[in-house]
């Protein structure tokens, strides 16, 4: 079955399910991008790139890398150096990875991301994340913040395609058997709200990643928040009952 022909099942099961779709109350699987959402790693990929691209003879900025974060690594190097050949392009990735693997101690989970993460848990929520990292990526920062016991389900960018493409969300609501209705989608880039878009699932954008509160405010999530503060008070319960709220 095609994504499109998956997706619209899955759009036409959750709208004859579910009066209200945009209702957090009702969400059974939250599912989170990682990188700027629930890990402060973003200061180190605009380093890490510098590093990489410097190292094979080509310059970038801070907005520019920002800009690819939640895409695939290598779809994110095609954007950024376009001029480079393939093969500087496999060194600007392998030297990427070095540099990153280096230094990844420095990348906590954001404050208070993990009593956040308990708290759904306890309450009976299923959560999962769909992120633009290679799978081992994500096994290894997922072993370093000691998380994995909290997500029944992780999909990652070479397992199905770079954001915004939405095979990545449509293989978590497959896995778990939750309908798009029943989930909604946490991301910090335009890709991230792109991808729920795609799919008419719900989406909180949070402003404290990497892209500006005005440039997700332009996709419309369902929810915006400023801080992972008020993202663990939106999904715990408290101020849920406003839409789009900030």
Not at 22 to 27: F, G, I, S
Not at 111 to 133: C, Y
Not at 178 to 194: L, P
Request: glycine fraction near 6%; include cysteine.
């Amino acid at each position: 079955m095609s994504s499109q022909s998956a997706a619209s099942i899955a759009i036409a099961e959750a709208s004859s399910h579910v009066s209200n779709p945009h209702n957090l109350a009702d969400k059974t699987l939250i599912i989170f991008d990682w990188d700027g959402t629930l890990m402060d790693s973003v200061g180190l990929i605009v380093e890490a790139m510098h590093v990489a691209g410097e190292a094979h003879g080509f310059k970038t900025t801070d907005k520019a890398v920002k800009d690819i974060i939640g895409l695939s690594l290598m779809n994110g190097i095609d954007i950024l150096y376009p001029q480079a050949s393939d093969l500087q392009k496999q060194g600007i990735q392998q030297s990427y990875a070095e540099y990153y693997i280096a230094n990844s101690h420095r990348t906590p989970l954001f404050a208070p991301i993990e009593s956040m993460l308990q708290t759904l848990q306890r309450q009976g929520k299923q959560m999962a994340v769909a992120t633009g990292k290679k799978r081992k990526g994500l096994d290894r920062v997922l072993a370093a913040s000691s998380s994995h016991q909290y997500f029944v389900m992780t999909r990652c960018a070479d397992e199905a395609g770079s954001k915004p493409d939405p095979q990545m969300l449509i293989d978590i609501l497959q896995a778990t058997q939750q309908g798009i209705a029943d989930a909604v989608f946490v991301g910090d880039s335009v890709y991230d709200i792109e991808m729920a878009t795609q799919l008419g699932m719900s989406s909180i954008a949070v402003n404290y990643g990497t892209a500006s509160a005005a440039e997700l405010a332009a996709q419309q999530p369902t929810y915006q928040v400023e801080t992972p503060q008020a993202l663990m008070a939106l999904l715990c319960g408290e101020g849920v009952s406003s839409s789009h709220s900030l």
